[in-house]
């Protein structure tokens, strides 16, 4: 007779209660999923995350109340969940999973390892530092109803990266407010300011500078104090970004210099933020007005839409969409709330300056209306329920995992309606290893497409090697006979090569780059393709796997009902598989909550190829979809319906 302890069978009661388990992210999912672990028998835990506690946390991640805002989550986290379980052994860090000091020894130390992320960075990591050490881990994603729960085992599964993935649609908060990098940060806080001045106001967007980023300051104390402050602020009665516009008469001039000068010169005193990134210049109504500006012409050919207008003509579209968007107001009356919609012109074109005159001042090209409305998809909010059930399913795979039956895990998938057989949750058989990732291939490859006489090292260093392949620190050497060392991690041997470009070493088309990043014990070989006719703005090119540019894949009811592996990730959610154009954070691809340190979660990206591959059921035997469903969103795609309401997606 088998004998029993709780639910579980004894043997695999004692094995939870001495196994060591890692949980990568303390947000959404993560709070979920610490609390399942203590209670199913879990006793050694250990959870890292590098964000802290917004107020915008507290409707979903329940380890939180008000009295915790500003301080560490994993901290927080572990706190909270010995009330559940007082003799369980966590272990919290309040730092970057990232960190060098968590290394493949590190890893190695756990019998299996959980992901909560949002960001594909951070997935991407932890898959290699798995894969390096040879541990399972479990990926898991969410993006509004819809959730997603795969098995990752070095030889026997699909990595993280064996599908190529969709640009990320999941971005932190502090990335929106402090520090955007692309267009799409731009666009999504574009339209949280649309809210905050005119529509219902809601904390998830906050547009002012988030003093609690946890980059800011890296001392816990530090950024807990000032989440503090900046909702005291000494007798100074802090107002409503909505409450500031109506006192000023929503004042076009008045509003323009508080966004784009005020904001930025704040931010520019948070100079932790850019001792690696280029600062933002700020702009200033009069100035602009007297300077050269004003004789801009608009860049671009055919429909007006699809002109990129001068930083003048976006001064006056702001000043001429306030105005009339402050007439739409008074029109209904006091206490009246307007809703952003794509198809409302006055909407369009506030969303449209604002957007584009943020990507100016940090130092982005700038985008046609046209290109704006394309992006500024759905926002998805964050739902608890869906956190839950995908927490639930992560404890169901690991115990299989812990019992010795890696043969029976699944992809899981949570869909928003049933599907044809009225399932919600459906199970897929785990794919085989991809003998073409360039990551857990047994001599992993690739090829890019680039212009060597344009290319600068840098530029191969941050935008592919580390962007694009995840690199942490890599070291390049050239294929050269000579073993020519272009690129150091070690600090200074290298740097004065970032400015010159490949060509001047010799690269040329057909040059071989043999590549390693030892902290994630990985190698891979890239082959140079040199071309010159690359499309404008596109630096490079991954020969065989343009996830951007791939083909929709075909829809049908069974895609409908689907979701992929997945972000954002999220980085990221799962990623969609035919993602277009991700708590605080604004979701869009890939899942749970924000990287840096909550980035908690995140579904497996999806694929997208321009072919998909059936599955069969689990339970059925029948083919399902595995990489159907897309999501459209501002920012990115999390798993979510193209045809849904244009939200944005906040990503736990």
């Not at 074109?349 to 409305?373: E, G």
């Not at 829809?555 to 035919?578: F, R």
């Amino acid at each position: 007779m088998v004998q029993l302890v709780g639910s579980l069978r004894k043997e695999l009661a004692d094995s939870l209660s001495t196994c060591k388990v890692l949980v990568v992210g303390a947000g959404g999912i993560g709070c979920e999923l610490l609390k399942n672990l203590v209670l199913t028998g879990f006793k050694n835990i250990e959870v890292i995350d590098l964000d802290t506690i917004d107020v915008s946390n507290l409707n979903r991640q329940f380890l939180f109340q008000k009295k915790h805002v500003g301080k560490s989550k994993a901290q927080v986290a572990k706190e909270s969940a010995l009330q559940f379980c007082p003799t369980a052994n966590i272990t919290a860090y309040h730092d970057s999973i990232m960190n060098p000091d968590y290394n493949v020894e590190f890893f190695r130390n756990f019998m299996l390892v959980m992901n909560a992320l949002d960001n594909r960075a951070a997935r991407n990591h932890v898959n290699r530092m798995c894969l390096a050490a040879d541990i399972p881990l479990i990926e898991s994603g969410t993006a509004g109803y819809l959730g997603q729960v795969t098995v990752i085992k070095k030889g026997m599964t699909e990595c993280y990266e064996c599908q190529p993935k969709p640009t990320q649609k999941t971005f932190p908060g502090c990335t929106i407010r402090n520090t955007p990098s692309e267009p799409i940060h731009c666009i999504v806080w574009a339209k949280y300011l649309f809210n905050q001045l005119f529509g219902e106001e809601d904390a998830d967007q906050e547009v002012s500078p988030d003093t609690a980023d946890p980059e800011a300051s890296w001392n816990p104390e530090d950024t807990a104090a000032r989440a503090t402050a900046s909702e005291k602020d000494g007798d100074i009665k802090r107002v409503s970004t909505k409450e500031w516009a109506r006192s000023t008469g929503y004042d076009p001039v008045k509003l323009f210099n508080k966004l784009f000068k005020d904001d930025i010169m704040y931010l520019l005193t948070m100079d932790k933020l850019w001792k690696k990134r280029k600062a933002p210049l700020p702009l200033d109504w009069q100035q602009l007005e007297n300077s050269a500006y004003p004789q801009e012409e608009s860049v671009g050919s055919g429909l007006k839409d699809q002109k990129v207008l001068g930083v003048w003509a976006l001064c006056q579209l702001f000043k001429h969409s306030v105005e009339t968007l402050r007439s739409q107001l008074q029109e209904k009356g006091e206490g009246a709330e307007l809703v952003w919609d794509k198809d409302d012109p006055p909407a369009m074109d506030f969303v449209t300056a604002a957007a584009n005159l943020r990507m100016h001042i940090f130092s982005m090209n700038m985008k046609s209306r046209f290109d704006v409305k394309s992006m500024a998809g759905n926002i998805i909010p964050a739902i608890a329920t869906t956190n839950a059930v995908i927490a639930g399913l992560i404890v169901l795979e690991g115990l299989k995992i812990l019992s010795g039956e890696l043969e029976s895990c699944r992809t899981i998938f949570l869909n928003k309606c049933p599907n044809l057989r009225k399932k919600l949750l459906v199970p897929c058989v785990l794919d085989p290893p991809s003998v073409n990732c360039y990551v857990c291939a047994s001599k992993p490859e690739v090829t890019v497409k680039l212009n060597v006489h344009k290319t600068m090292v840098l530029s191969l260093q941050d935008r592919i090697l580390k962007e694009r392949f995840g690199m942490v620190a890599p070291d390049v050497q050239i294929e050269d006979g000579k073993g020519t060392i272009l690129i150091s991690s070690e600090e200074g041997e290298t740097e004065t090569n970032n400015s010159k470009f490949l060509a001047d070493f010799g690269i040329r088309n057909g040059s071989r780059l043999q590549v390693d990043d030892f902290l994630q014990d990985y190698t891979l070989l890239v082959n140079v393709l040199h071309t010159e006719e690359l499309e404008r703005d596109v630096e490079f090119e991954v020969v065989g796997e343009a996830p951007d540019k791939a083909p929709p894949p075909q829809t049908n009811q069974e895609d409908v009902n689907s979701i992929t592996n997945g972000n954002k990730d999220s980085a990221q959610p799962s990623t969609s598989s035919k993602a277009p154009a991700q708590d605080d954070d604004v979701m869009i691809v890939d899942s749970d909550e924000e990287e840096g340190g909550s980035s908690s979660s995140a579904a497996a990206a999806a694929a997208t190829s321009g072919t998909k591959r059936k599955h069969s059921d689990a339970e059925t035997g029948e083919t399902s979809t595995k990489r159907p469903r897309t999501v459209h969103s501002s920012e990115a795609a999390a798993p979510t319906n193209n045809d849904e309401d244009d939200d944005i997606v906040a990503l736990d």
